[in-house]
């Protein structure tokens, strides 16, 4: 099972990005999806999860400028990011729960970079 990302890079103080991050492999069925992030010296903390394509979960950070959603005929979550401010840079890591052979486990992506400029 591969998780990848993309939709990353540098953007203006108040611009937007959206992320996406593709699952592919053999995939018996996908539970939550998410996105983490980690800036320089800090720790990874949780931005946005959903569940179920119905339920969703946002770092206080974030809420009412990110939005969350997947296409689960796809197997891909994306992470729509405005009004982007300086503090949003990081790394931004996707996560999902994924069931393989009868068995749950979490996969990460490899990051993607998102920098904000002011």
């Known amino acids: 099972v591969q998780l990848v990302e993309s939709g990353g890079g540098l953007v203006q103080v108040g611009g937007s990005l959206r992320l996406s991050c593709a699952a592919s492999?053999?995939?018996?069925?996908?539970?939550?999806m998410g996105w983490y992030r980690q800036a320089p010296g800090k720790q990874r903390e949780l931005v946005a999860v959903?569940?179920?394509?119905?339920?969703?979960n946002y770092a206080d950070s974030v809420k009412g400028r990110f939005t969350i959603s997947r296409d689960n005929a796809k197997n891909t979550v994306y992470l729509q990011m405005n009004s982007l401010k300086p503090e949003d840079t990081a790394v931004y890591y996707c996560?999902?729960?994924?069931?393989?052979?009868?068995?749950?486990?979490?996969?990460w992506g490899q990051g993607t970079q998102v920098t904000v400029s002011s």
């Open positions: 996560t999902a729960e994924i069931k393989v052979d009868y068995a749950w486990r979490d996969y």
């Open positions: 492999g053999s995939i018996d069925s996908i539970n939550a």
């Open positions: 959903i569940i179920s394509g119905v339920n969703t």
